[in-house]
């Protein structure tokens, strides 16, 4: 195994760990509501999709943090999302606010992309099913449903007809609606992609979010157990947790 580098915590860093202990999704599922908010609700301008990468990237860190990576991994996210809001403003700036293009979808994406991923391999290591590990399993359905609103987006930016049948020029907020309503297969009809390639990713987002909630957040609420742990440093720049019952009987063993 490979030797790990230690890396101190910066003031910021060491704030962050003693008020935000691991695993505390319920601060990423805000994020995902307000990132939401703003898409579904705020006015069709410029300094709404720079709100919406901010959050987007507060997001991330979020994630990052109560998924207790290395300091190393945060501090390349938080230079992620710094720049990518400042490459935000800039478009704003120098396009004068005109509508999205595919850029912008594209960079919303590897915003989003990695989250879940990071989510589950936080998850599958604690080997824990808790509350905190639902809520985890939560945020990674909504983040699901996002993503795919963005690909939407992209593949209307990108191609040379439009995504909708009934319309030719939908906005963010459509693009939201039909994921999520495409997500929990409610099928309104009231948008219905056009082209094959929009019309493969409706139904595979379809399936996969009906499978989601049957399978994974189904079997995780049904073994729910109440673990309490307790917050131990490491070395290696991070923080780990120990089960109480388990820290309290190597203790008694040690004394």
């Not at 580098?5 to 505390?24: D, K």
């Not at 999302?81 to 400042?86: A, D, E, G, K, R």
């Not at 795919?148 to 992209?154: E, G, I, Q, W």
């Not at 907020?173 to 019309?199: C, K, M, N, W």
Request: aromatic share 10%; hydrophobic share 50%; net charge neutral.
């Amino acid at each position: 195994m490979a030797k790990r580098t230690h890396v101190r915590a910066s003031s910021i860093e060491a704030f962050l760990e003693r008020h935000s202990p691991g695993y505390q999704y319920g601060y990423v599922l805000g994020l995902l509501a307000m990132t939401f908010i703003v898409m579904a609700a705020g006015p069709p301008d410029g300094w709404t999709r720079v709100t919406t990468v901010l959050l987007q990237g507060l997001t991330l860190c979020a994630a990052l943090l109560a998924s207790r990576v290395s300091l190393r991994l945060f501090r390349l996210a938080a230079v992620i999302s710094l720049l990518s809001l400042i490459g935000a403003i800039a478009s704003v700036v120098i396009d004068n606010g005109r509508d999205p293009n595919g850029a912008f979808y594209l960079l919303n994406i590897l915003l989003v992309i990695t989250v879940p991923w990071i989510i589950v391999r936080a998850l599958w290591k604690r080997r824990v099913i808790d509350v905190r590990t639902v809520l985890g399993a939560v945020c990674i359905y909504v983040l699901l449903g996002m993503l795919y609103a963005f690909l939407y987006a992209a593949i209307d930016s990108l191609s040379s007809g439009p995504f909708f049948v009934q319309t030719a020029n939908p906005t963010t907020p459509d693009f939201l609606y039909f994921s999520y309503i495409t997500q929990t297969t409610v099928g309104y009809g009231d948008f219905t992609a056009e082209g094959d390639l929009g019309r493969a990713l409706a139904v595979v987002e379809a399936m996969g979010g009906q499978l989601y909630l049957v399978t994974v957040i189904a079997v995780l609420v049904s073994r729910l157990s109440n673990v309490t742990f307790r917050a131990t440093p490491s070395g290696s720049g991070t923080v780990s947790e120990v089960p109480v019952a388990e820290a309290t009987t190597s203790e008694t063993g040690s004394a």
